[in-house]
């Protein structure tokens, strides 16, 4: 069913308010599912919500703090997040590292004990629109296998980055895994195939099944490349967060477990350096100018796409899955 963002917004919003959470902080828990769900990253927008939910009934996630930071360096915050939403406490952690920037130029948060933050892109973009440089990095369960193994050892451990320019920030956002488990998620509540491709099953097998995909695991992208870039994430995290790694790891995908994966919010004041952002935004226009392969298929920048797509799917609605729609429906009134 297709329902407009300001609508399915106002649901998520209303569910989370009805369930403990304060205005504010409904809200931008609220913002950034749609703001997936506008992006087509349906796999990190709505379908959360009510597991998200159900982890706030049981406890597992507390939806009025903001999380506890302590400044245990200078330009390094060391952030509690008591269990908070984990929008809520990567925006407020922000916050801290913004007023810490004119002191040194570079302020990094590490995160403990939050829940799921979502889509990376929403939190650098944010970065970027304010002036600064925004860097985030995450863990997760154990989902992905190791380059040459078929065991899941690893998080989909993504990367994302925002680089202010004269024109639109560059924005990137990645998982090290081929796709993301939500998105093998969102094959299985739309009933339809992965690509071969995308995962293994419970006994290493390559398979096109999304339930088989959720018990066995994914393939970390471009083989040992990927695979070493994801557990560089993922030793990172652990050591500044004091998380736990990939194995020992859950509460992003369950309403059973504390969330205990970690993040990392690297902020830096591009005024500490000598770059020129006027200079950033005509090598990215050259880029796009650049001969492409396919004359119908100009050459993009990372963001890009996100961008048209978001702008598209403002204008048309959001496409929900009627069940989920009831489901949030229900969720809303009672």
Do not use: C
Not at 58 to 75: E, N, Y
Not at 181 to 201: C, F, Q, Y
Not at 304 to 311: E, H, I, P
Request: aromatic share 2%.
């Amino acid at each position: 069913m297709i329902i407009s963002p300001d609508q399915l917004r106002d649901l998520a919003a209303t569910s989370l308010k009805r369930h403990g959470a304060p205005q504010d902080n409904a809200s931008l828990q609220a913002d950034l599912l749609i703001e997936a769900e506008l992006r087509g990253l349906p796999s990190h927008g709505v379908q959360r919500l009510p597991r998200l939910l159900s982890r706030i009934d049981r406890g597992l996630a507390d939806p009025q703090t903001t999380g506890i930071g302590v400044w245990s360096r200078q330009g390094f915050l060391s952030v509690d997040g008591k269990r908070g939403l984990g929008p809520v406490v990567m925006m407020a952690a922000m916050r801290e590292l913004e007023g810490a920037l004119a002191a040194g130029g570079v302020a990094i948060a590490a995160i403990r004990n939050a829940n799921h933050i979502g889509m990376l892109a929403y939190y650098v973009e944010a970065a970027a629109q304010a002036g600064s440089i925004g860097i985030v990095m995450s863990s997760s369960e154990a989902l992905v296998h190791p380059y040459g193994g078929t065991q899941a050892m690893l998080g989909t451990n993504p990367l994302a980055a925002g680089i202010p320019t004269a024109g639109e920030p560059f924005i990137l956002d990645l998982a090290t895994s081929v796709v993301s488990m939500g998105k093998i998620h969102n094959h299985a509540l739309r009933g339809t195939a992965i690509p071969s491709e995308w995962a293994v099953d419970a006994q290493g097998r390559p398979t096109t099944d999304p339930e088989a995909a959720k018990a066995g695991a994914i393939a970390p992208f471009g083989g040992a490349k990927g695979y070493g870039l994801g557990l560089m994430i993922e030793l990172l995290v652990a050591a500044l967060a004091g998380s736990h790694t990939a194995p020992d790891v859950r509460g992003t995908l369950d309403d059973i477990h504390p969330a205990n994966k970690g993040d990392i919010l690297i902020l830096v004041d591009p005024a500490a350096g000598g770059g020129s952002a006027s200079a950033l935004t005509a090598y990215l226009d050259s880029l796009r100018a650049s001969r492409p392969a396919d004359p119908a298929q100009p050459v993009v920048i990372p963001g890009d796409g996100s961008r048209k797509r978001r702008t598209e799917t403002a204008a048309r609605g959001i496409d929900v899955p009627d069940e989920l729609l009831q489901t949030l429906s229900a969720l809303a009134t009672t």
